[in-house]
Each structure stands twice: as structure tokens, then as C-alpha cells.
């Protein structure tokens, strides 16, 4: 049974380029959680999401950044026009239904030059 | 804001057990107690979770106080792999939803 499955790992974008990150949930998982972890800090909570639906996106930042989980396929996390700041590592989350355990993957590493 | 406070470091040597305390002072009586662990440049691994009674798995025990305002997280034979960041987690139930709050976690490093 695979893990939750994140790429790509490690992706590097000029300022002002789009970074896409993306996220398939293990087998059987219909929610999915981003986390945003900069260099030395915690884990910061981004966006929960079921499928073709946004339950909470209360970490987001509020421009440039979007998140989707759609019916078919993985969930992806959008940066727009991205800037230094944004370099951090990504996880991804998954949880089946009903359950309160949430399994990571391995992360995604966003640095902007 | 996290929900929970540990101390920001801790040493144990190897083959010793090591012991994560973690307050959780305001925790609601429906709220579980999660740990994870972070090794360097990986993503968090669950551990073990618990309500009010006390849970044991392969990897570690978790002990919970009668009044649930904190917890200890065991793992019985620390080896050099277990050197990472835990985290005790009060799992947020705002709304229905399922949001995990991170705070700054314990930095275990054993110790040869």
C-alpha cells in the first residue's frame, strides 16, 4: 500500500515564475491536508480538503496561493508569481473517512531564485 | 496557536528509555492526543495516539493522566534513528474540520 505520494520533490522557479505542487492520497483517502514548513520552523497548516470541495483554507495566504482536489487525479497546490519567500518545504496530508489520523508524505522543496 | 507545550530539548542516551512530557492543559474532554515525529528532512511519521487510557504500539507508549492535562510519550530503547523533532499535538476540531496545529516540538537527540 503506497504512501502519500508527493512531486516533485525538489523544485526550483525564478521569482515571478508558477511553482505546482502536487498530491496523491494513499489508497482509500479522501482528505487531503497541506502544510508549509519554513526553513528552522514548524509545520504550518495551509488548506483541508475533500474531494472537488475546500473545507478549510483559513491558512492559506490570502494572494497567490490556490489549492484544488479535483474529482480524478492528485491534489495540487498552486503558487503564483512566486517570490524568496516562498521557498520552504511542502507536506502533504491524507486521511481516510472518518477517521482522525492524518499520514504525511515526504515533502516537496520549493526554492525561488 | 498550539494547544500544547514541550520542552524544546532533550538528550537520552542510547539503549535508555526516553521520556516526551507534554501539557495539554486546556484540552476539551472529545479532544485525542497525537504524537508525530520529524527526522531530518522527512515528513512527519505518526507515532501513536490516545483519548484517556493509556496506548501502546510497536514503536512507543503513550501515558495519559487522569485529568488529561498531560501526557508522556515513551520510547522504551531509544536508538540513533530516534533522533528528530516531536511533536504532542491537541488534534483542533473547529467547524467539523480536522486541522492538526504544529507547534514547535521537542528536538530529541540521543546520544551514543
Known amino acids: 500500500n503506497a504512501g502519500v505520494m508527493q512531486n516533485p520533490r525538489h523544485l526550483v522557479r525564478r521569482r515571478g515564475q508558477e511553482a505546482r505542487l502536487r498530491c496523491s492520497p494513499m489508497?482509500?483517502?479522501?482528505?487531503v491536508y497541506w502544510y508549509r514548513q519554513l526553513p528552522e520552523e514548524g509545520l504550518k497548516f495551509m488548506v483541508y480538503l475533500q474531494k472537488e470541495n475546500i473545507i478549510d483554507e483559513s491558512g492559506m495566504p490570502k494572494e497567490r496561493f490556490s489549492a484544488e482536489f479535483p474529482k480524478e487525479g492528485p491534489s495540487i497546490l498552486r503558487i503564483q508569481q512566486v517570490v524568496r519567500g516562498d521557498s520552504a518545504a511542502y507536506f502533504c496530508?491524507?486521511?481516510?473517512?472518518?477517521?482522525?489520523?492524518?499520514?504525511f508524505g515526504e515533502g516537496s522543496w520549493l526554492t525561488v531564485v | 496557536d498550539a494547544k500544547t507545550t514541550q520542552p524544546p530539548s532533550m538528550d537520552c542516551a542510547e539503549g535508555r528509555a526516553a521520556n516526551l512530557p507534554c501539557n495539554h492543559s486546556?484540552?476539551?474532554?472529545?479532544?485525542?492526543v497525537y504524537w508525530y515525529r520529524q527526522i531530518h528532512s522527512q515528513g512527519p511519521q505518526y507515532i501513536i495516539h490516545?483519548?484517556?487510557n493509556n496506548e501502546t504500539n510497536e514503536m512507543a507508549s503513550l501515558i495519559i493522566t487522569e485529568d488529561r492535562k498531560s501526557s508522556t510519550l515513551i520510547l522504551p530503547h531509544a536508538t540513533l534513528r530516534d533522533t528528530a523533532v516531536y511533536y504532542c499535538?491537541?488534534?483542533?476540531?473547529?467547524?467539523?474540520?480536522?486541522?492538526?496545529?504544529f507547534g514547535t516540538g521537542t528536538r530529541l537527540k540521543v546520544l551514543a
Open positions: 489508497k482509500g483517502h479522501s482528505h
Open positions: 499535538i491537541v488534534r483542533a476540531d473547529t467547524s467539523g474540520t480536522y486541522k492538526y496545529i
Open positions: 486546556t484540552i476539551s474532554g472529545n479532544e485525542y
Open positions: 496530508a491524507s486521511s481516510p473517512e472518518h477517521t482522525n489520523t492524518i499520514y
Open positions: 490516545g483519548l484517556k
